[in-house]
T-cell receptor, first 119, second 111 residues
């Protein structure tokens, strides 16, 4: 079964508007971490934001915020004030066994969403 | 700030040849991961090392092996290369329990 599901193969947004990229996950582990990475056309993987399963508040990093709904097992990425440079592939990923910062577990990725920002 | 270094950045090999990919983690990071990303696919975990010991193993073919050395750099050795091994190979490093930072990747093309 797919552990990370990104249902939007592609998304379009106008420059300066906000956009939400969806991510749902499946795990029976009570301790896990959720990550978002950006992959521009040049290929590198850029870490954006992290949310731990025990975190009480939604994570934020500059223009990026993570809408974490634990009961629904969703971890959507919200990008505010989109810029042309935000055009890229975005991956949601999960690391299981994340208790107390002791995990060295692998990341499991979703299929990705290609975001295109229009001027 | 120092980042993960991977070499070479591009590699072209023929079928049945061998290849060695190198990874130099961010200083003081104790964990190294290798991922394979096929064309149009998401990255797939291959293998990881914590403090120079193998810590986890994913869908890594038997033709592949990896190790982490005393200076924490890691090498992924790939033998009897097949066309299907053509992919972007990422190395990532982290302090245990924290976010993984990826290198720029090595693009391997097998002809």
């Amino acid at each position: 079964a797919q552990k990370i599901t990104q249902t939007q193969p592609g998304m379009f947004v106008q420059e300066k508007e906000a956009v939400t990229l969806d991510c749902t996950y499946d795990t029976s582990d009570p301790s896990y971490g959720l990550f978002w990475y950006k992959q521009p056309s040049s290929g590198e993987m850029i870490f954006l934001i992290y949310q731990g399963s025990y975190d009480q508040q939604n994570a934020t990093e500059g223009r990026y915020s993570l809408n974490f709904q634990k009961a629904r097992k969703s971890a959507n990425l919200v990008i505010s004030a989109s810029q042309l440079g935000d055009s890229a592939m975005y991956f949601c990923a999960m690391r299981e066994g994340d208790a107390g910062g002791t995990s060295y577990g692998k990341l499991t990725f979703g299929q990705g969403t290609i975001l295109t920002v229009h001027p | 700030a120092a980042g993960v270094i991977q070499s070479p950045r591009h590699l072209i090999k023929e079928k049945r040849e061998t290849a060695t990919l190198k990874c130099y983690p961010i200083p003081r990071h104790d964990t190294v991961y290798w991922y394979q990303q096929g064309p149009g696919q998401d990255p797939q975990f291959l293998i990881s090392f914590y403090e120079k010991m193998q810590s986890d193993k994913g869908s890594i073919p038997d033709r592949f092996s990896a190790q982490q050395f005393s200076d924490y750099h890691s090498e992924l050795n790939m033998s009897s290369l097949e066309l299907g091994d053509s992919a972007l190979y990422f190395c990532a490093s982290s302090i245990q329990g924290y976010e993984q930072y990826f290198g720029p990747g090595t693009r391997l093309t097998v002809t």
